[in-house]
């Protein structure tokens, strides 16, 4: 099972590594940290075991963040109490996306900032992916708010962007009237 200490932090240049494409089949290790990503972000959002196992809550991984440089992430999303949609995207691009704007009214966060970071990120309100699941096959899916903010976060680090790069450092709030709270 994944804990904290092995995602890896923000200081670490790894983050800002661009990661490369994966081939098919995938192999048995990658299968493997799939797995163990969808356990860490499952249990870290039940609160019983958050606790025991001592897991910051969160709703998405990238393989960049366990310091592997492969683009894949999965995404964990609690639609219903204790209710969870597994999202595993392999190769991701976004093919469109609307032209509304949003930003998380609380702030956005990431599993490898350990620290609260001021001001908003405009992300797109409803985007469409194209990638591939686990076995290789063609897959879209279309997302919304804060799945569709969940997506973008871990597309850009599989580019080597994390989420404070979006925030204009002189003005965190900059332009916010312009984008809807979520």
């Known amino acids: 099972m994944i804990k904290m200490k092995d995602i890896i932090d923000e200081k670490d240049k790894r983050l800002r590594v661009i990661s490369k494409d994966v081939t098919f ?17 499952t249990n870290s959002q039940i609160e019983e075991l958050s606790e025991k196992y001592d897991l910051r809550p969160g709703m998405g991984l990238s393989a960049i963040q366990l310091g592997i440089p492969k683009r894949y992430f999965v995404v964990v999303n609690e639609y ?8 595993v995207i392999i190769n991701p691009k976004i093919v469109s996306n609307s032209e509304e704007k949003i930003y998380v009214e609380l702030g956005e966060g990431c599993l490898s900032v350990n620290r609260e970071v001021d001001g908003i990120v ?6 469409t992916v194209e990638g591939y699941d686990e076995e290789g096959n063609k897959i879209r899916v279309r997302a ?6 969940a997506f973008q976060h871990e ?3 599989l ?3 994390l989420f404070y790069d979006h925030i204009d450092p002189k003005n965190p709030y ?3 009237n312009k984008y809807r709270a979520i």
């Not at 089949?25 to 972000?41: A, N, R, V």
């Open 174 to 176: 900059k332009d916010q």
């Open 122 to 127: 405009p992300r797109y309100a409803r985007i």
């Open 155 to 157: 597309i850009d680090h």
């Open 159 to 161: 580019n080597g962007i």
């Open 25 to 41: 089949p995938l192999s048995d290790e990658d299968k493997k940290h799939i797995e163990d990503m969808l356990e860490y972000l």
């Open 80 to 87: 219903d109490e204790g209710k969870f949609e597994n999202y």
């Open 144 to 149: 919304r708010e804060e799945l569709a903010i």
